[in-house]
């Protein structure tokens, strides 16, 4: 009887012992699982500045030969295909072999899908100017860039240029890095530019 109690006993032990180790195993779980998400959310600059690691939206204005007008936000680096998919697809009117679907979006811009038999003139896939009539020097083609004050062909394509080798412009300031684009050049275009 008494090695009954005593295997009684141990089993007793074990299973609370199983449990508690169970317990503290699946809680240290959570804790680690909630301290990996909250990781993935923030990273810690050297300043102290938490920055949220979430990807940044843009919002574009789809309109013309698609299913669905409206207003939509897509993520940062986002293409017109993208915006089309958003807007429900094209219609069987839309016109694709005047746009470029691959063309990356900024933010706040329209994008128009043309129509077929419509003018040219009255359509375009997208503006690298915004409804405030600043062009983005980021997405502006040739013709936009030539458009702006102090920018002839030759420097437009300087700027593209430019932009192919180095990337983004990250202020517009930057534009005075193109050759022949200095202080007084600038000013001219300061308040025609945007990033």
Known sequence: MKKKYTAVGIITIVV???FYALFTYVKSGKDQLKKNETESMFVEEDEGEAIELKN??????VKG???RPNIYRLDEGSIVEDAIKIAGGTTSEA??????????????????I???GQDESESFVSSASSSSGKVN?????ETELDSLPGIGPAK?????KYREENGKFKSIEEIKNIKGIGEASFEKLKDSIKV
């Not at 437009?156 to 593209?160: G, K, Y």
């Open 95 to 112: 016109d694709l072999i005047k746009i470029n679907r691959a063309e990356k979006l900024s933010d706040n811009q329209e994008v128009i």
């Open 16 to 18: 609370m012992v199983s």
């Open 56 to 61: 940044k939206q843009i919002v574009v204005d």
């Open 156 to 160: 437009a394509v300087e700027i593209i």
């Open 137 to 141: 020097i980021n997405t502006a083609n």
């Open 65 to 67: 030969g698609v299913k």
């Open 114 to 116: 043309p129509i077929k």
